[in-house]
């Protein structure tokens, strides 16, 4: 069953939060803004706000539901986003990001949030690369995992984002050869961190959201198949709220369940479907009341058998509903052609006006 949302209306939503260069804004604060508060004075948004500018996250963000909702970025100002995203790159750390012209956070997060948001846009060539590279590479620790800066403990969540970029600029294979002792650690030091879930850094409790983080990173490796899939499910599987819905972020019911731990382990899930598997139209009322027949008939204790069904209806919503995830920008396949689509369009509008 899908759910009853206008599509059109949520991507009206997002573009009102574009900032545009045809509004007279500083090109250097060009993309999308993080809240409409940024730009809010009295009597509602004005165009000279001195401090409505983008959040290079919230440009990834934006990107990635626009094209997963079908638009096709007509009204996206390309070159300016581009500008705005270059224009946070860091003049005294190269190949580092901050988060926003106004915002002095900056680490991997941002990094790759830029990476990622001029994949999509085609524009990678507006990047210094080798200073990203070079960024990416003193931010490797003696455990084999990346950390957020230089000099700071590794974490899965930086792993991922240094892993994610490297594969964004085709560079993650010179970079960890198959072969090379680096790449071995990082993936053993991957590994280490699952106990029934993930964690992000040793000895820390497990959190769904790091399910996502791991499990992509060891698919951008090709090492996915090491998960201990049966741990992690009954892990995931406990963490569900059948109440209200979506995944908390450790099993316990006093935590409530949220969108981004629900989001983002549901896609480290995604990252175990084999490349062969196909999707099904199965709604997840079909699949429970086909599991809880095939369960009860197995299991006698019921606590049991409501265990073992959450389960197994994970591990069915992975073979049978989910899509394949390109890790690189956690997007689904059909996502993600949709990409390519845009490419070859933009390609063929730059080629006409060189011939013109």
């Known amino acids: 069953m899908k759910p009853d949302v206008d599509v ?11 900032i545009k260069s045809a509004d007279g804004t500083n090109p250097n604060c060009c993309g999308f803004r993080g809240s409409m508060d940024s730009g809010l004075r009295t009597g509602g948004m004005s165009k000279d706000a001195p401090y409505d500018f983008s959040h ?3 440009v990834y963000a934006a990107l990635c539901t626009l094209i997963t909702l079908g638009d096709d970025l007509s009204r996206l100002d390309k070159q300016g986003t581009v500008a705005g995203i270059v224009a946070l790159q860091c003049p005294d750390e190269p190949g580092l990001f901050q988060a926003g012209l106004f915002c002095p956070e900056r680490d991997m997060r941002f990094v790759f949030s830029a990476v990622a948001s001029c994949y999509i ?3 990678l060539s507006s990047l210094d690369t080798e200073a990203i590279v070079g960024f990416i590479g003193r931010s490797l620790t003696h455990d084999g995992g990346f950390a957020q800066l230089p000099g700071l403990e590794a974490h899965a969540g930086a792993t991922y984002c240094a892993l994610a970029s490297l ?8 970079f960890l050869p198959a072969s090379s002792r680096a790449r ?22 497990d959190d769904t959201c790091y399910t996502y983080w791991v499990c992509a990173s060891l698919k951008l490796l090709g090492c996915e198949k090491f998960v201990d899939q049966d741990r992690l499910l009954q892990f995931v599987s406990s963490a569900w709220d059948e109440c209200v819905g979506g995944i908390r972020k450790i099993p316990d019911p006093s935590y ?10 549901l896609s480290g899930l995604a990252c175990l479907k084999p490349s062969e598997s196909a999707t099904s139209d199965l709604s997840l009322e079909d699949l429970r009341a086909t599991l809880h027949e095939s369960v009860a008939g197995a299991i006698g204790d019921d606590d049991k058998q409501d265990s073992e069904e959450r389960v197994e209806l994970f591990r069915s919503l992975l073979a049978n509903v989910m899509h394949q995830i390109h890790p690189e920008l956690n997007v689904t396949e059909p996502t993600f052609r949709r990409i390519q689509e845009l490419h070859r369009k933009w390609r063929g509008i730059d080629a006409t006006k060189r011939e013109s």
């Open 184 to 205: 071995e650690r990082l993936v053993k030091w991957l590994l280490s961190l699952q106990d029934k879930g993930f964690h992000g850094r040793p000895h820390k409790p």
């Open 167 to 174: 594969a964004c600029l085709n560079r993650l294979e010179s």
């Open 121 to 123: 846009l085609d524009s």
């Open 256 to 265: 409530p369940s949220d969108p981004l731990h629900t989001f983002l382990c």
């Open 8 to 18: 059109s209306e949520l991507i009206d939503w997002i573009y009102s939060y574009h």
């Open 56 to 58: 290079v996250t919230m």
